[in-house]
């Protein structure tokens, strides 16, 4: 069962917008229609937080209720590192969903991104014993970059927080056993990027592990492979998320409001 909550712990603020925010409220709403696009949904469920610059750490997420599709700049809900709404909001934020970020954007001072999914491929090379298999293009370029935290059940406990940064360490692609996918990055471009190439990796192992023997990367290319790989060039995931953007600008420009 889904643990969530709705008002604040604390007072709630007249916090104004600032462009900042605002700007980060369109990316963000903008991100949250671009998984929709790639089919990266789970109904209401998961989430993508970024971190609103400013002195403070305050972040947005999406509203606990709203399908992805139905996501708009305006109803990103803002709140603090603790998971409690900063101003008034008549949607309710999902506690299990923000345990998982807030532990990532607490302690990982480049981590103003963190995206979690349950894709259908991902979820099942994560359930699979050896994780991801390093024998295709796209996990050739994740190749030692990726970090495993075992499954614990719906995460909720805050005892789990330290347990899964230390799994991470300073790896930006995660695969949470059992459970999903996870990246996290500097700003959504760059977790996107990460994201996408950690996805793509999967879907071509599960395609390619059901039509026959996988073939074998030869150690020597790994290196080359990582670093002439896109994931962290921030150009390249500034040009691909700016491309995706115009993709969703196309179709429904609503997010923007």
Not at 72 to 79: C, G, H, N
Not at 123 to 135: E, H, I, Q, Y
Not at 157 to 167: D, F, Y
Not at 210 to 227: H, K, M
Request: with cysteine.
């Amino acid at each position: 069962m889904t643990i969530y909550h709705q008002g604040s712990a604390r007072p709630v603020r007249d916090l104004p917008i600032t462009p900042a925010e605002r700007e980060a409220r369109v990316q963000l709403a903008a991100c949250y229609r671009i998984f929709n696009h790639l089919g990266w949904v789970e109904m209401i469920f998961n989430h993508i937080t970024l971190r609103v610059p400013g002195p403070e750490k305050l972040f947005l997420i999406n509203p606990f209720g709203l399908h992805y599709s139905e996501i708009t700049a305006s109803a990103l809900v803002l709140i603090d590192i603790d998971g409690n709404p900063v101003r008034e909001t008549k949607y309710p934020v999902n506690r299990a969903g923000f345990v998982i970020h807030s532990a990532i954007h607490g302690s990982l001072p480049d981590a103003h991104c963190v995206m979690h999914t349950h894709t259908t491929t991902g979820m099942a090379v994560a359930s699979l014993r050896d994780g991801l298999s390093p024998t295709n293009f796209y996990a050739a370029q994740l190749h030692g970059g990726v970090a495993y935290h075992d499954f614990e059940g719906i995460t909720v406990e805050e005892g789990e927080k330290q347990r899964l940064v230390a799994s991470i360490g300073k790896k930006r692609a995660v695969i949470l056993r059992n459970h999903g996918l996870l990246a996290w990055g500097p700003s959504v471009p760059e977790a996107f990027m990460t994201l996408w190439t950690l996805q793509r990796a999967c879907d071509v192992q599960i395609a390619a592990s059901a039509a026959g023997p996988l073939n074998s990367i030869r150690d020597e290319v790994f290196a080359q492979t990582v670093r002439e790989s896109g994931p962290g060039e921030k150009r390249t995931c500034d040009d691909v998320f700016a491309a995706m953007q115009r993709l969703v600008d196309a179709k429904d420009p609503s997010y923007r409001s």
